[in-house]
């Protein structure tokens, strides 16, 4: 079969697409027929030997696939062969099958398309861990989305309005703004010529965000923390711009607000029946049509390198999905 290679921890460049030999499922495996799988940023990450994992070389890198299942092994529980899947696979998911624990392994909905199946798990499930469970966002709260075109903020603007608040979108450009106020977004910053700290005051009548959500870091986080409100919660998702900021602690004394972390990999394997019910959630809500996952980008495996090029330059919307 056909499988993306990374050899050495480096550039993007030294990815190979080659043949490469999976072995059986071992026990509580299924094999899956890979038909798409979605780039996340923390894949990039990975290549670079930049992530908080760093696999065993050679690896086959990508975190979530859709697909048909084909082989079970033992205690593989309800899946059979034929069964379409979803799943948040950590590694392997960027070649034409992988060898997955049915733990990490969801049914997919019968209306859900594998292109866009690929595209969910991993933005859907962390924007819902991060609203439900470490925010804990009330309806008639206000949400302030960072990088609100991406595919965990567009995620997060969606649950949003579903869990009933009022959505404030922030991005870089018009045409992105544009893209949250189809998902939804109630209020638009474009923070390239605005003040997000500005902004938000001004909309929310000067109390500020009751839960900011921010996947870029850099700068950003801190202008976060100083659009929040009293006894705010402010979410850590990622680093899109390619920095770790560091936080000034008295604004968080000064707010009494609450900076939070968000990891979903590690929430999904903690809590799995939490990330079920989470799921269940999330496919009737697709089923009902209040989420609508933006696949923006679709390229075969072999486009790999591209694929990672435009998402750290930030040009992606919504989501970039490699078919097989």
Same mark, same amino acid.
């Given at each position: 079969?056909?499988? !993306? ?6 550039? /993007?460049?030294?990815?190979? %697409?080659? @043949? /490469? ?19 996340? /940023? ?10 908080? %994992? ?74 819902? @861990? ?31 309005? #579903?869990? *009933? ?5 922030? #991005? ?23 003040? %997000? ?38 979410? !850590? ?22 900076? !939070? *972390?968000?990891?979903? *990999? ?28 933006? !696949? ?29």
């Amino acid at each position: 079969m056909r499988a !993306v290679i990374c050899k050495e921890f480096g550039s /993007f460049e030294s990815l190979a %697409v080659e @043949h /490469f030999d999976l072995p059986p499922p071992q026990s509580g495996q299924a094999r899956i027929r890979v038909e798409a799988a979605g780039v996340n /940023f923390p894949d990039t990450l990975m290549v670079q030997g930049k992530y908080q %994992v760093r696999p065993d070389r050679p690896f086959v890198p990508g975190a979530e696939l859709a697909g048909v299942v084909e082989v079970v092994g033992e205690g593989a529980g309800d899946f059979r062969p034929g069964m379409k899947v979803i799943g948040m696979v950590g590694l392997g998911a960027f070649a034409e099958a992988a060898n997955v624990r049915t733990s990490r392994l969801l049914r997919r909905p019968e209306g859900m398309d594998a292109v866009t199946a690929a595209g969910f798990s991993m933005t859907y499930g962390t924007s819902m @861990h991060a609203l439900k469970q470490r925010a804990r966002l009330k309806s008639g709260e206000t949400l302030l989305v960072l990088g609100a075109s991406g595919g965990v903020g567009l995620a997060a603007v969606e649950i949003g309005k #579903a869990m *009933g608040a009022t959505v404030i979108a922030a #991005a870089s450009s018009q045409e992105k703004l544009k893209v949250a106020a189809d998902a939804g977004a109630d209020h638009l910053i474009d923070y390239q010529s605005e003040s %997000v700290k500005d902004r938000v005051k001004e909309i929310t009548g000067g109390k500020g965000a009751d839960v900011a959500y921010d996947p870029v870091g850099g700068d950003f986080l801190e202008e976060a923390v100083r659009a929040s409100a009293w006894e705010g919660r402010v979410l !850590v998702v990622g680093f899109a711009s390619g920095t770790i900021p560091r936080v000034p602690a008295n604004l968080l004394l000064l707010k009494g607000c609450a900076l !939070v *972390g968000v990891f979903f *990999g590690t929430f999904r394997d903690k809590d799995p029946e939490a990330n079920r019910q989470n799921f269940e959630e999330l496919f009737e809500w697709f089923e009902q049509g209040k989420l609508k996952p933006l !696949v923006s980008r679709t390229m075969d495996i072999s486009e790999v390198v591209s694929a990672f090029e435009v998402l750290v330059s930030r040009q992606a919307i919504g989501k970039i999905v490699l078919t097989t």
